[in-house]
């Protein structure tokens, strides 16, 4: 699913921008992008779901020697739910007391698991400060505020929004190119994403 994913994101790239758009897109005031991410949730009993995402940002502070600072919005919506696998098991082991029976033991599985039934989807908006360190070859910091919509209700009940941070790395083709970023996002109290995004 995540090598289709990225073929999608690819070929948007490739259609979406202009030879101009992606000649300027760090030295202009304004960049988009688009991007697939794999959306993980602190519980044992939910798979990972599988994003794509939209990049708009504008360049606060342009390219100076110590890097640059963007304010970057990120609209992340599912398109392969994770699968909910069901609640903690139960098991039931036999006793070993002949004729008078007793002595079995019933174990509970352990971890986070939730009550709900639905698989993972969810749709994220979040609205950070960008650090891009300088250099082709080059690092990401971010802190700003997210919005989550989720299917499963202990999510939402934690909270859907807060405080948001990711940190990655990319690499520009050109000196002020377009760019591909591996970025890893802390979107909600117990969500996170991981995803590959091009830049232009």
């Known amino acids: 699913m995540l090598h289709r994913l990225l073929t999608a994101v690819i070929l948007l790239a490739l259609a979406g921008p202009s030879q101009a758009q992606l000649s300027r897109s760090?030295?202009?005031?304004?960049?988009?992008?688009?991007?697939a991410s794999r959306l993980g949730a602190d519980f044992d009993n939910l798979k990972d779901a599988y994003n794509l995402d939209a990049i708009?940002?504008?360049?606060?502070v342009p390219s100076q020697p110590w890097g640059r600072i963007s304010?970057?919005?990120?609209?992340?919506?599912?398109?392969a739910p994770g699968k909910n696998q069901g609640p903690a098991q139960t098991t039931t082991t036999p006793g070993g007391g002949g004729v008078l029976g007793g002595g079995g033991s019933t174990t509970t599985e352990q971890g986070k698991f939730t009550q709900s039934s639905n698989d993972l989807q969810t749709f994220i908006f979040t609205l950070q400060g960008v650090y891009r360190s300088p250099g082709r070859f080059y690092g990401i910091g971010s802190v700003g505020f997210g919005l989550t919509n989720t299917s499963i209700e202990e999510i939402q009940d934690n909270g859907s929004t807060g405080f948001s941070f990711g940190g990655g790395a990319g690499f520009k083709f050109g000196e002020e190119t377009a760019a591909v970023?591996?970025?890893?996002m802390r979107v909600s109290e117990d969500l996170q994403t991981i995803g590959i995004r091009f830049i232009y």
């Open 26 to 35: 760090f030295s202009s005031a304004t960049y988009t992008g688009v991007g």
């Open 56 to 60: 708009g940002g504008y360049n606060i």
């Open 71 to 79: 304010a970057e919005l990120n609209l992340s919506v599912t398109v």
């Open 181 to 184: 970023e591996v970025l890893y």
